[in-house]
Protein backbone atom coordinates (compact mmCIF):
# COMPACT_ATOMS: atom_id res chain seq x y z
CA UNK A 1 0.00 0.00 0.00
CA UNK A 2 1.29 3.47 -1.00
CA UNK A 3 -0.23 6.96 -0.54
CA UNK A 4 -0.72 9.23 -3.56
CA UNK A 5 1.80 12.61 -3.15
CA UNK A 6 -1.10 14.39 -2.58
CA UNK A 7 -1.50 12.76 0.48
CA UNK A 8 1.76 12.64 1.62
CA UNK A 9 1.81 16.18 1.20
CA UNK A 10 -1.72 16.76 2.78
CA UNK A 11 -0.38 14.96 6.04
CA UNK A 12 2.77 17.29 5.59
CA UNK A 13 0.59 20.69 5.09
CA UNK A 14 -1.80 19.51 8.12
CA UNK A 15 1.02 18.93 10.46
CA UNK A 16 2.38 22.19 9.35
CA UNK A 17 -1.32 23.90 10.29
CA UNK A 18 -1.16 22.21 13.53
CA UNK A 19 1.58 23.77 14.31
CA UNK A 20 0.29 27.32 13.82
CA UNK A 21 -2.83 26.21 16.27
CA UNK A 22 -3.49 28.41 18.86
CA UNK A 23 -1.50 30.81 18.02
CA UNK A 24 -2.37 32.60 14.66
CA UNK A 25 -4.13 31.77 11.23
CA UNK A 26 -1.66 31.05 8.91
CA UNK A 27 -1.68 31.25 5.14
CA UNK A 28 -0.84 28.87 2.06
CA UNK A 29 2.03 30.97 1.11
CA UNK A 30 3.04 30.37 4.56
CA UNK A 31 2.79 27.02 4.39
CA UNK A 32 4.15 26.63 1.17
CA UNK A 33 7.29 27.96 2.67
CA UNK A 34 7.26 25.68 5.99
CA UNK A 35 6.63 22.31 4.29
CA UNK A 36 8.61 23.63 0.58
CA UNK A 37 5.16 22.16 -0.94
CA UNK A 38 4.77 24.47 -4.69
CA UNK A 39 1.78 26.82 -3.45
CA UNK A 40 -0.34 26.10 -6.16
CA UNK A 41 -0.33 22.19 -4.88
CA UNK A 42 -0.98 23.81 -1.08
CA UNK A 43 -3.59 26.04 -2.13
CA UNK A 44 -5.09 22.76 -3.72
CA UNK A 45 -5.10 20.56 -0.65
CA UNK A 46 -6.04 23.97 1.18
CA UNK A 47 -9.64 23.36 -0.55
CA UNK A 48 -9.66 19.89 -0.51
CA UNK A 49 -9.31 19.55 3.17
CA UNK A 50 -11.46 22.61 3.65
CA UNK A 51 -14.49 20.40 2.26
CA UNK A 52 -13.72 17.80 4.26
CA UNK A 53 -13.94 19.62 7.40
CA UNK A 54 -10.07 19.48 8.55
CA UNK A 55 -9.10 23.45 7.79
CA UNK A 56 -11.10 26.51 8.19
CA UNK A 57 -10.04 29.36 5.78
CA UNK A 58 -11.04 33.04 5.84
CA UNK A 59 -10.26 36.14 3.43
CA UNK A 60 -9.77 39.30 4.88
CA UNK A 61 -8.07 41.39 7.19
CA UNK A 62 -7.49 38.63 10.38
CA UNK A 63 -7.96 35.94 7.81
CA UNK A 64 -6.25 32.94 7.16
CA UNK A 65 -6.42 29.21 7.42
CA UNK A 66 -6.49 27.30 10.72
CA UNK A 67 -7.65 23.64 12.03
CA UNK A 68 -11.13 23.42 12.07
CA UNK A 69 -10.83 20.88 15.13
CA UNK A 70 -8.11 20.65 17.66
CA UNK A 71 -5.12 18.50 16.18
CA UNK A 72 -5.74 15.57 18.70
CA UNK A 73 -9.16 14.82 17.39
CA UNK A 74 -8.06 14.85 13.47
CA UNK A 75 -6.90 11.23 13.04
CA UNK A 76 -3.88 10.31 9.92
CA UNK A 77 -7.10 8.37 8.51
CA UNK A 78 -8.96 11.73 8.23
CA UNK A 79 -6.19 12.82 6.43
CA UNK A 80 -5.90 10.19 3.83
CA UNK A 81 -9.58 9.83 3.42
CA UNK A 82 -10.06 13.70 2.92
CA UNK A 83 -7.84 13.04 -0.17
CA UNK A 84 -8.05 9.87 -1.26
CA UNK A 85 -11.70 8.94 -0.23
CA UNK A 86 -12.49 5.79 1.96
CA UNK A 87 -9.75 3.33 2.97
CA UNK A 88 -10.08 0.43 0.91
CA UNK A 89 -7.47 -2.06 0.14
CA UNK A 90 -8.94 -3.81 -2.51
CA UNK A 91 -11.83 -3.18 -4.62
CA UNK A 92 -13.34 -6.02 -2.66
CA UNK A 93 -14.05 -4.12 0.02
CA UNK A 94 -17.14 -2.59 -1.71
CA UNK A 95 -19.23 -4.92 -3.41
CA UNK A 96 -20.01 -2.17 -5.94
CA UNK A 97 -17.02 -2.23 -6.58
CA UNK A 98 -15.83 -6.04 -7.26
CA UNK A 99 -15.96 -6.86 -10.47
CA UNK A 100 -12.85 -9.45 -10.16
CA UNK A 101 -13.21 -12.68 -12.56
CA UNK A 102 -12.27 -14.64 -9.41
CA UNK A 103 -15.17 -13.60 -6.86
CA UNK A 104 -17.08 -16.22 -6.96
CA UNK A 105 -14.29 -19.11 -5.97
CA UNK A 106 -12.25 -16.38 -3.47
CA UNK A 107 -11.35 -17.64 -0.49
CA UNK A 108 -9.66 -14.78 0.40
CA UNK A 109 -12.38 -11.81 0.05
CA UNK A 110 -14.37 -13.04 3.33
CA UNK A 111 -10.66 -11.94 5.07
CA UNK A 112 -10.35 -8.18 3.66
CA UNK A 113 -12.96 -6.19 5.65
CA UNK A 114 -11.16 -7.54 8.79
CA UNK A 115 -7.78 -6.26 7.27
CA UNK A 116 -8.76 -2.94 5.98
CA UNK A 117 -10.24 -2.59 9.41
CA UNK A 118 -7.28 -3.40 10.78
CA UNK A 119 -5.29 -0.81 8.28
CA UNK A 120 -8.00 2.14 8.73
CA UNK A 121 -8.24 1.60 12.72
CA UNK A 122 -3.79 1.90 12.91
CA UNK A 123 -4.32 5.06 10.58
CA UNK A 124 -7.35 6.40 12.75
CA UNK A 125 -5.10 6.14 16.11
CA UNK A 126 -2.30 8.28 14.75
CA UNK A 127 -3.72 12.38 15.74
CA UNK A 128 -2.42 14.87 14.09
CA UNK A 129 -1.54 16.56 17.27
CA UNK A 130 0.85 13.74 17.41
CA UNK A 131 2.49 13.59 14.29
CA UNK A 132 2.66 17.82 14.95
CA UNK A 133 4.41 17.21 18.09
CA UNK A 134 7.17 14.57 16.53
CA UNK A 135 8.03 16.85 13.41
CA UNK A 136 9.00 19.35 16.66
CA UNK A 137 11.24 17.00 18.22
Given at each position: ?6 A ?22 E ?7 A ?17 R???G ?20 E ?9 G ?31 L????L ?9
Amino acid sequence: MRLSNMADYAVVVMGAAARHCGVARTSATELASETGIALPTVQKLVSILGKAGLLRSARGLGGGIQLARPAAAISLADIIEAVEGPIAMTGCINEATCHCSIEPDCNVKPHWQHVNAAVKGALGQVSLASLASEARA
